[in-house]
């Protein structure tokens, strides 16, 4: 008898033990909300209009809703096992979970989503880490730039029209200006730890596809990114940069952006600066696009449950041989004309708890046309009242 509870005690042990040293966690961000946007474009004195309203974007908002599941276990002697899955739930209002997107030959294109039934991929990956030593990562990952540009953003990086993140989303965003790849496939990445404030991460990311039997071209995907953070008291510093070619059977495009981005915490309010250069062009030279880009915000605590922000955008963007008749769109597939950026977004959040907020948002960009595109512009103007929850 003695010796069957010596067994059972030590197996417990075992178990309490095991299970200490590894863990798994599920999380999610459920985020809906109501949308009314108008998205305008005139495009050498014609205009085409599209008003939009939805009482259930559930991708755009505050915050993307996603579903994750990540884990650590220990492998003694400081080192760990770090793993992360995580999809974004496309549509609430729906209960859509992704649509289908086409892909590149060959698979090239690292910024491309996969072509599956639950679709919008965030990050998933694997690694090893270290306290002393830093961390490798292998997988889909975001990007450096992106690092920068959504911790140095006073809205919290939402999707909602009138900043420099803001994309297309539930609403259209023809005047969008967003300069990056917010993630990016297939990346080996190095983060070391914090030294004397400072962090130093860097990212890398192939995939090509050779013909040894043929004469058919080579399609080929190169992405490589790189960031350095500084944290001092109340002061975070950014500097990040990214450069992607992607290189078909027709067409190579290089893509290349940098950024810089600060935040400092006054107190009373937290004060916010990003300024972007991003240039993308053909490998005979073409400049489809070449852009810098600036943001300054500022985010106040009110009061415990209550949090407003404000923020300003502006900027300007050319093409080499644009017409009056080019897009103004920031684009990757089309040379763009001559624009002047400019927007802005306010906001406000208010926290039921820690978990779940309300919140309402306004902002408005535009992309006007300058010298031979001067009858051009795009605007768009989105406001949007929702509910946010993070679990």
Do not use: H, P
């Given at each position: 008898m003695k010796k069957t509870l010596l067994a059972v005690a030590v197996i417990g042990a075992f178990a309490s033990s095991a299970q200490a040293q590894s863990s798994v966690t599920v999380y999610g961000v459920i985020d809906t909300s109501m949308n009314n946007g108008s998205d305008k474009v005139n495009l050498n004195g014609t205009t085409t209009t599209v008003n939009q309203r939805t009482t259930g974007a559930g991708k755009d908002g505050l915050a993307s809703s996603r579903l994750g599941i990540k884990g650590t276990e220990d492998l003694?002697?400081?080192?760990?096992?770090?793993?992360?899955?995580?999809?974004?739930?496309?549509?609430?209002?729906?209960?859509?979970?992704?649509?289908?997107?086409?892909?590149?030959?060959?698979d090239a294109d690292i910024s491309t989503q996969t072509t599956t039934p639950f679709v919008d991929a965030r990050e998933v990956y694997v690694g090893l880490s270290d306290a002393k030593m830093g961390e490798f990562r292998l997988g889909r990952q975001a990007t450096s730039v992106h690092s920068v540009i959504s911790g140095n953003s006073a809205g919290y990086a939402n999707n909602v029209a009138g900043a420099l993140y803001s994309a297309g989303g539930s609403v259209q965003n023809s005047a969008s200006s967003r300069p990056h790849d917010v993630y990016a496939n297939r990346v080996a990445s190095y983060t070391s730890p914090v030294i004397a404030g400072f962090t130093v991460a860097l990212q890398t990311s192939n995939q090509t596809a050779v013909s040894e039997t043929t004469s058919s071209a080579v399609t080929a995907a190169n992405y490589y990114g790189g960031r350095i953070a500084y944290t001092w008291n109340k002061l975070n510093l950014g500097l990040a940069t990214s450069q992607v070619d992607l290189n078909g059977a027709t067409t190579d495009i290089k893509k290349t952006v940098n950024v810089a981005g600060a935040n400092y915490d006054f107190g009373i309010a937290k004060a916010f600066g990003l300024y972007t250069m991003a240039s993308q062009k053909l490998a005979s030279g073409t400049k489809l696009n070449d852009q810098k880009a600036w943001e300054l915000g500022v985010n106040a605590p009110v009061t415990p449950m209550i949090d407003l922000w404000a923020s300003y955008l502006g900027g300007n963007s050319t093409g080499t041989g644009a017409t009056s008749s080019s897009t103004l769109a920031f684009s990757s597939t089309a040379v763009s004309g001559n624009v002047t950026i400019s927007g802005y977004q306010l906001g406000t959040k208010y926290n039921f708890s820690k978990r779940t907020s309300a919140y309402a948002v306004y902002g408005s960009q535009a992309r006007k046309g300058d010298g031979v595109s001067s009858n051009s512009k795009n605007e768009t103007t989105q406001v949007a009242f929702g509910l946010n929850h993070v679990f």
């Open positions: 003694g002697g400081g080192l760990k096992a770090n793993f992360m899955w995580e999809q974004g739930l496309v549509s609430i209002g729906t209960g859509g979970t992704g649509a289908q997107l086409s892909k590149t030959a060959a």
